[in-house]
T-cell receptor
Framework: AQTVTQSQPEMSVQEAETVTLSCTYD???????LFWYKQPPSRQMILVIR??????QNATENRFSVNFQKAAKSFSLKISDSQLGDAAMYFC?????????FGEGTQLTVNP | EAGVVQSPRYKIIEKKQPVAFWCNPI?????LYWYRQNLGQGPELLIR????????DSQLPKDRFSAERLKGVDSTLKIQPAELGDSAVYLC??????????FGQGTRLTVV
């Protein structure tokens, strides 16, 4: 089975500091999408950032950026200037055709 | 623009009882997904619709689960009869051609 692996079940960061969440994936496709979703206690999955595999440039959305290493099948998320509202469960996800496969998630705690 | 709407948000039922979840996707989104999320895990796809057609239901336990998407808009997911192991959050999502899925707030099902 093609999988998405998040090796860090939990991470913590001090407010205003930077944190990086790791994600690796398996795929036999050359064209696909990668996503990071945030899930706060309200349960709603919120899209944080997306990356198209055919684009070499790393995606950036305000304080959120990714380090996409296609050959290594790695897709890490960097959160800069962490805020208390960033505390949540973060899921990495990969498309396979139109199916979206998620990792197990990383619980991020932001300490004041 | 209204997001994906799910109801109910919470449901508690006794085992062997039936239960149904409803989803209204974002207007114009042809693709609709039902995911199940167990506690502390990432969402797992149950079924994906393209308009009215179920194109990926390989993960749906067909002996007790059923789904429909009438007229290619709203969708209903049913479990009959429910088992203790069905306790989870059931997430509905929709997408258009841009690949990312937009999620509803989910239904937390507790089977006692």
């Amino acid at each position: 089975a093609q999988t998405v692996t998040q090796s860090q079940p939990e991470m913590s960061v001090q407010e205003a500091e930077t944190v990086t969440l790791s994600c690796t994936y398996d795929t036999s496709e050359s064209d696909y999408y990668l996503f990071w979703y945030k899930q706060p206690p309200s349960r709603q999955m919120i899209l944080v950032i997306r990356q198209e595999a055919y684009k070499q440039q790393n995606a950036t959305e305000n304080r959120f950026s990714v380090n996409f290493q296609k050959a290594a099948k790695s897709f890490s998320l960097k959160i800069s200037d962490s805020q208390l509202g960033d505390a949540a469960m973060y899921f990495c996800a990969r498309t396979s055709g139109s199916r979206l496969t998620f990792g197990e998630g990383t619980q991020l705690t932001v300490n004041p | 623009e209204a997001g994906v709407v799910q109801s109910p948000r919470y449901k508690i039922i006794e085992k062997k009882q039936p239960v149904a979840f409803w989803c209204n996707p974002i207007s114009g989104h042809n693709t609709l997904y039902w995911y199940r999320q167990n506690l502390g895990q990432g969402p797992e796809l149950l079924i994906r619709y393209e308009n009215e057609e179920a194109v990926d239901d390989s993960q749906l336990p067909k002996d007790r689960f059923s789904a429909e998407r009438l007229k290619g808009v709203d969708s209903t997911l049913k479990i009959q009869p429910a088992e203790l192991g069905d306790s989870a959050v059931y997430l509905c999502a929709s997408s258009s051609h841009t690949a990312e899925a937009f999620f509803g707030q989910g239904t937390r099902l507790t089977v006692v």
